[in-house]
């Protein structure tokens, strides 16, 4: 079955950066999606990015475009995600899920899920 385990978060200052990963189980990602989701306190739990299983073509949210990027090491069975630039309304706990084949939009698409990582952005 799939497992995913993510890493790599923590307390940084706005302006800062911080790398997440997400290793999956060897072969995950010939056949799955995957999709960095964040919920911050109060709020829904929102898509940040998605990197597909067939042709690796990425998704980034409107609010991390041009700040995050996602990619992949399928040798490793990892995703990364590359946050430049944080902001406190960065401020969350960052998961990644996995869905078979493309990047869907919403969490109840995904079938599996890590246990997320805080990422905290603050002075």
């Known amino acids: 079955q799939v497992q995913l385990v993510e890493s790599g978060g923590g307390l940084v200052q706005p302006g800062g950066s911080l790398r997440l990963s997400c290793a999956a189980n060897r072969f995950t990602l010939d056949y799955y999606g995957i999709q960095w989701f964040r919920q911050a306190p109060g709020k829904e739990r929102e898509g940040v990015s998605c990197?597909?299983?067939?042709?690796?073509?990425?998704y980034y949210a409107d609010s991390v475009k041009g700040r995050f990027t996602i990619s992949r090491d399928k040798a490793k069975s990892t995703v990364y995600l590359e946050m430049n630039n944080l902001k406190p309304d960065d401020t969350a706990v960052y998961y990644c899920?996995?869905?078979?084949?493309?990047?869907?939009?919403?969490?109840?698409?995904?079938?599996?899920w890590g246990q997320g990582t805080q990422v905290t952005v603050s002075s």
């Open positions: 990197i597909s299983s067939s042709d690796a073509s990425t």
């Open positions: 899920a996995a869905a078979h084949g493309p990047c869907w939009p919403n969490a109840a698409d995904y079938d599996y």
